[in-house]
T-cell receptor, first 114, second 113 residues
């Protein structure tokens, strides 16, 4: 009953470095999402994958890329990190068609870019 | 553009009282509205979902109302406890293939013993 697992939990990057945030869910959910959360800004959608094999941009996609590796895994890549990408990143998943349930979130990755 | 407003000022109440949190939205016609709880350092946790054709929904000590005319949802916690202290997020949803949610920035609730 792991739910949504994100790795790493914490990361410090230097400006210009790259990294990939990993996310995996074990609930057989179709849709997966990446959000960032900044103080006073709420959760903002970066990218999403409505189903395996598809990905689409959200509200703030610039500077990020994603890969939906299979139904379980959805990774977020920062190619050249910038201080403006310092944030807490959350991955979430949701099953299709079951409208009594909301998103299941991971515990987050706290990223600092210096 | 779409906008969701939650009171950014923390709500501070006495244990045993009813907490009422507000979510207002503009330029949006959601099919569903959801409420989440978020504790410090943790991801949001789903609490309740209410459909556009439902006026009210209850779950234990929680009650949510949804007024599509006023474009407002109220979230009530009755007989509040210190363990209810957290940030509560409102999120809007509509029926399309993406199942995307748009979140408000949340209201922090502090329940004093």
């Amino acid at each position: 009953n792991a739910g949504v697992t994100q790795t790493p939990k914490f990361q410090v990057l230097k400006t210009g470095q790259s990294m990939t945030l990993q996310c995996a869910q074990d609930m057989n959910h179709n849709s997966m999402y990446w959000y960032r959360q900044d103080p006073g800004m709420g959760l903002r959608l970066i990218y999403y994958s409505a189903s395996e094999g598809t990905t689409d941009k959200g509200e703030v996609p610039n500077g990020y890329n994603v890969s939906r590796l299979n139904k379980r895994e959805f990774s977020l890549r920062l190619e050249s990190a910038a201080p403006s990408q310092t944030s807490v990143y959350f991955c979430a998943s949701r099953t299709k068609g079951v409208d009594n349930y909301g998103y299941t979130f991971g515990s987050g990755t706290r990223l600092t870019v210096v | 553009s779409q906008k969701i407003e939650q009171n950014s000022e923390a709500l501070n109440i006495q244990e045993g009282k009813t907490a009422t949190l507000t979510c207002n939205y503009t330029n949006y016609s959601p099919a569903y509205l959801q409420w989440y709880r978020q504790d410090p350092g943790r991801g949001p946790v789903f609490l309740l979902l209410i459909r556009e054709n439902e006026k009210e929904k209850r779950k234990e000590r929680l009650k949510v109302t949804f007024d599509t005319t006023l474009k407002q949802s109220l979230f009530h916690i009755t007989a509040s406890q210190p363990a209810d202290s957290a940030t509560y997020l409102c999120a809007l949803d509509r029926v399309d293939s993406s199942y995307k949610l748009i979140f408000g920035s949340g209201t922090r609730l502090l329940v004093r013993p």
